[in-house]
């Protein structure tokens, strides 16, 4: 169950978990939410997606589904050639130590697959287990690019939409810099 906000109110969204692509965009049209969706072949590295990148203006992601040695998990939204420091990340959090969750566990909790992990999979977490934290990076961006819940289409989302779903979500996302000093700057492309 996800409590929406639009102009006439509160909006309930009910519908199966893990969400299918038509759930997200039914959601996205509910909350007022335009987006621009281009289907292509699947990718699974941020290598394979940069032909996209040139394609499809905006900020585009890399996903990572994290659990802490303390059982919390993670889902850091990264700038797609950030290079995420995952021991600077975890001590600012003030988590334990970061491993990769399995993946029965994504399924489990955000309702995908590997190499499909996006913001939008927040929607299928509604036991709010997972702290959603965005790469400062991305804040550079007017739009961001993210998978509609697989890897085989990409969706353009304004910065400040992408925020207000995860909001309506029940995921206020933790905004900070993600990024090893030397990286490549996202002003920089």
Do not use: W, Y
Request: glycine share 8%.
């Amino acid at each position: 169950m996800i409590d929406t906000e639009s102009n006439d109110g509160p909006i309930r969204a009910c519908g199966p978990v893990p969400a299918t692509r038509q759930d997200l965009f039914a959601i996205l049209d509910r909350l007022g939410i335009k987006t621009r969706t281009v289907d292509h072949a699947p990718v699974f590295t941020v290598a394979e997606s940069e032909a996209l990148e040139r394609d499809i203006p905006g900020g585009h992601t890399k996903n990572l589904f994290l659990k802490d040695n303390k059982g919390k998990l993670f889902l850091v939204v990264a700038e797609s050639h950030t290079q995420v420091d995952l021991k600077a990340v975890s001590h600012r959090l003030g988590a334990g130590r970061f491993s990769f969750g399995k993946p029965d566990l994504l399924m489990e909790v955000l309702g995908v697959a590997p190499g499909s992990v996006t913001a939008f999979a927040v929607m299928n977490d509604v036991s709010r287990r997972v702290s959603v934290v965005i790469d400062a990076r991305l804040m550079q961006f007017d739009t961001v690019n993210c998978h509609p819940l697989a890897n085989a289409a990409t969706t353009n989302i304004a910065r400040t939409d992408l925020f207000r779903f995860l909001s309506a979500c029940g995921h206020e996302p933790r905004v900070m810099a993600l990024g090893a000093e030397g990286d490549r700057s996202a002003s920089g492309r």
